[in-house]
Each structure stands twice: as C-alpha cells, then as structure tokens.
C-alpha cells in the first residue's frame, strides 16, 4: 500500500475507517461488520472526526472495499432480516497500511498509538 495513493484516493473519512478496519484486526485477528468498525472509530479514533454514523461508516466502508483497501466477505451470522452481514478486512497487510496511514498529520498519532499496542 502506498501512502501517496491513500491520500490521493481517500477522504479524511475513510482513512480513519481504513484505521478503525485496522484496529479491529489488529485486536480481534477477524474480519470486521459495520457495527464493531464503526465502535472502534467511536472509541478509539474519535478524537480526529468525532462521532460516526452508520451510514457515515458504511459509505466509507464501501467506498474503501471498491477501491481495493478492503476486502469484503459474508459474516457467518445473519441479520435479523435474513441477509448476510458483511464483515471487512484489510486487502494488504497491517504494517503496510499503518505506514501508508502514518503519513497523514491527522492520524499520525493514532497510527503510533495502535503501532506500540502491537510490539
């Protein structure tokens, strides 16, 4: 993953959702639903854009799956509807797209905060 590409083709937005996907990875070692991305933006990722609604997160998630910064699969468990839940993961590895993600001023702290989690 390359930094100038995710700056040049990304909003603010949807890099802090690419960091939320990151997390959640990081963390639980799965792929990430709506619901678990968007709460580890509310929690832990606040600071750079507030709080983020659904639809805020789900537009970003589609958006970053569409241009090739996530993968998107079928979750196991179904909705209450009876559709699949999407769950999203990252399409290049974790310490690439930190490094790409580090290179925004706005998320550069974060980006260190989730580094020194992981060694």
């Known amino acids: 993953m390359n930094a100038e590409t995710v700056q040049e083709e990304t909003t603010l937005l949807e890099r802090v959702v690419l960091l939320g996907v990151t997390w959640h990875e990081v963390e639980a070692d799965t792929a990430g639903r709506l619901d678990e991305i968007r709460a580890v933006c509310n929690d832990q990722l606040d600071t750079v854009t507030g709080r983020l609604s ?21 979750h ?17 590895a974790v310490d690439a797209t930190l490094e790409a993600l580090s290179e925004d001023d706005q998320l550069e702290s974060v980006v260190e905060r989730l580094q020194s989690k992981r060694h």
């Open 54 to 74: 659904a639809a805020d997160t789900a537009r970003a998630l589609n958006n970053l799956a569409a241009a090739g910064f996530c993968t998107q699969e079928t």
């Open 76 to 92: 196991t468990s179904h909705s209450p509807v009876g559709k699949g839940r999407p769950a999203y993961r990252l399409a290049d």
